[in-house]
Nanobody, 126 residues
């Protein structure tokens, strides 16, 4: 059974940083995409970042325009853990962040995301 366990959310002041982690387990496929969506109160869910995985590849990445230059996604292949380093956080980054995984190594927001984590709250406020 596939499991995605997020950690690292919390409260941070504007301009601060947080790092989210997502430990993925329970699958053996080599070709997949893993990443993050978020949903703020009263807003639609949106893709934040994605990284692809395939044998021998460092992985291609995708970022929402709103986080480019501030967020960085990375993956530890040995642990099948994905990280989202979030810098220069803004109040509008406040949301529940969900780790997602989808089969097939393409990062597209509209692809089928087969599994979702339970979510991690990120609050940016002074």
């Amino acid at each position: 059974q596939v499991r995605l366990v997020e950690s690292g959310g919390g409260l941070v002041q504007p301009g601060g940083s947080l790092r989210l982690s997502c430990a993925a387990s329970g699958f053996t496929l080599d070709y997949y995409a893993i990443g993050w969506f978020r949903q703020a109160p009263g807003k639609e869910r949106e893709g934040v970042s994605c990284i692809s995985s395939s044998p021998g590849s460092l992985g291609s990445t995708l970022y929402a325009d709103s986080v480019k230059g501030r967020f960085t996604i990375s993956k530890d292949n040995r642990k099948t853990t994905v990280y989202l380093q979030m810098n220069s956080l803004k109040p509008e980054d406040t949301a529940v962040y969900y780790c997602v995984i989808g089969w097939g190594s393409s990062c597209r927001w509209e692809k089928t995301w087969d599994y979702w984590g339970q979510g991690a709250q990120v609050t940016v406020s002074s």
